[in-house]
Nanobody
Framework: QVQLVESGGGLVQAGGSLRLSCAASGRTFSSYVMGWFRQAPGKEREFVAAVRWSSGSTYYADSAKGRFTISRDNAKNTVYMQMNSLKPEDTAVYYC?????????????????WGQGTQVTVSS
C-alpha cells in the first residue's frame, strides 16, 4: 500500500518561497508518476506539477511554469516541489499523489494514492 506524507507548507508573504516534500513508502516507485495538486476553498482540485520517477521527465501547469520546480530523490523516496515567487492566488491545500504508469499526468482521477495535504498560505 502506497503511503504519502507531505510536509513543508506554511504562511509566507507574496514573493517568498516554500519547499514542499512528499515522502513515499510501500512500493518500488520506478514506474510511478508523482504529482502535486492543489485545492483552494470552493474550487476544484487542480494539477500543479508532476514527475516520472524513472526518467525524471517533468510536467507543469501554466501557472507553475518558471516559478515551481518538481524533483525527486531516489535514495530518499521523496519528491520535492520548490515554489518561488509565490502569489496570493497560490494559496491552497497542496496534495502529493502517486499513479502507476499513467500517460495523462494532469487528471487527478488517474492517481490512486494521495497524501493528507499541506496548507500553503500566501499573504499579500
Amino acid at each position: 500500500q502506497v503511503q504519502l506524507v507531505e510536509s513543508g507548507g506554511g504562511l509566507v508573504q507574496a514573493g517568498g518561497s516554500l519547499r514542499l516534500s512528499c515522502a513515499a513508502s510501500g512500493r518500488t516507485f520506478s514506474s510511478y508518476v508523482m504529482g502535486w495538486f492543489r485545492q483552494a476553498p470552493g474550487k476544484e482540485r487542480e494539477f500543479v506539477a508532476a514527475v516520472r520517477w524513472s526518467s525524471g521527465s517533468t510536467y507543469y501547469a501554466d501557472s507553475a511554469k518558471g516559478r515551481f520546480t518538481i524533483s525527486r530523490d531516489n535514495a530518499k523516496n521523496t519528491v520535492y516541489m520548490q515554489m518561488n515567487s509565490l502569489k496570493p492566488e497560490d494559496t491552497a491545500v497542496y496534495y502529493c499523489a502517486a499513479a502507476w504508469g499513467i500517460m495523462v499526468v494532469t487528471n487527478p482521477r488517474g492517481y490512486d494514492a494521495w497524501g493528507q495535504g499541506t496548507q500553503v498560505t500566501v499573504s499579500s
